[in-house]
């Protein structure tokens, strides 16, 4: 069964930069068909931030965090990141990494429905 753990959340000032991780196990025959970064502020919905397809390489972002946020795999394709610069205090949220096993191509890569394994999610406070 893949699990899907996530790190490197913690508490920053606006403006500064934080790199989350996203460690990946259990995968028997074949790597997730894509990899998205999501975020869940009080009182809001989820929402996608990121994601890459990892067969290709490619790379996909919400407007709110165009070159701001950076998502990238490893060579192993076994772990995901995120690179946050430039944090404002709207980026204030928990963190969850997903996988999406299965190869839900009907779905936009922003879509919670895509994926079907979730992290545990990681916070991150970005102070004004």
């Known amino acids: 069964q893949v699990q899907l753990v996530e790190s490197g959340g913690g508490s920053v000032q606006a403006g500064g930069s934080l790199r989350l991780s996203c460690g990946a196990s259990?995968?028997?025959?074949?790597?997730?068909?894509?990899m998205g970064w999501f975020r869940q502020a009080p009182g809001k919905e989820r929402e996608g931030v990121a994601a890459i397809y990892t067969n290709v390489g490619s790379t996909y972002y919400a407007d709110s965090v165009k070159g701001r946020l950076t998502i990238s795999q490893d060579n192993a394709k076994t772990t995901v990141f995120l690179q946050m610069n430039s944090l404002k205090y709207e980026d204030t949220a928990v963190y969850y990494c997903?996988?999406?096993?299965?190869?839900?191509?009907?779905?936009?890569?922003?879509?919670?429905?895509?994926?079907?394994?979730w992290g545990q999610g990681t916070q991150v406070t970005v102070s004004s």
């Open positions: 259990g995968y028997t025959f074949s790597r997730p068909y894509a």
């Open positions: 997903a996988a999406d096993t299965t190869g839900t191509f009907s779905r936009g890569w922003w879509e919670l429905e895509k994926y079907n394994v």
